[in-house]
């Protein structure tokens, strides 16, 4: 990726892969402020969600501001930073697998509540285009016309080595 001037940041990807941290290292690294899209989505922390507008209303303010970072996978609310933002990065697990064997690991550790049963069935409609989410984009489709722009990394090796490219 040839070196570019990044003020405004976009981190999506699967459920459980790192965006919060990687987020978290980024801003540290360039001194930007860094938003989670769960802080615009709920009103109680991953049990009451905000009224869909609300939210978007909300993490709106974020993409006027001059310099961002924004991590999260819901669309609507990664949607309206995509045109503006100078860097797009998608985080992807390799496998379904090691995705539900990550998300169980975080629920029995009482990192993620609710049900498990949902949450792996979540993300595999999501990830697959299935069930509910069936006519809808993967989150790697949502993202693919901004390939100019767009870094997908797959380990934390990847990670890691693209961090130390800025």
Not at 21 to 27: P, T
Not at 59 to 66: D, L, N, R
Not at 108 to 113: D, L, R, S, V
Not at 130 to 142: A, K, S
């Amino acid at each position: 990726m040839p070196q570019k001037i990044l003020n405004k940041i976009i981190i999506t990807g699967d459920a459980g892969r790192g965006k919060t941290g990687l987020a978290k290292r980024l801003s540290e690294k360039l001194g930007i402020p860094y938003y989670s899209t769960d802080d615009y989505y709920y009103e109680v922390k991953f049990t009451k969600p905000r009224d869909k507008q609300e939210s978007v209303d909300g993490v709106s303010k974020v993409y006027k501001e001059e310099k961002w970072i924004v991590e999260g996978t819901t669309e609507h609310l990664i949607a309206p930073g995509l045109d503006s933002a100078d860097l797009v990065i998608c985080l992807k697990y390799n496998n379904i697998f090691a995705q539900w064997i990550y998300l169980i690991k975080r629920h029995f550790h009482h990192e993620i509540t609710g049900s498990l049963w949902d949450i792996l069935r979540h993300v595999f409609y999501k990830r697959y285009g299935l069930g509910y989410r069936r006519g809808l984009p993967t989150i790697y489709e949502f993202v693919a016309p901004y390939n100019e722009k767009l870094v997908t990394l797959s380990s934390f090796k990847e990670m890691n080595n693209f961090l130390h490219t800025l």
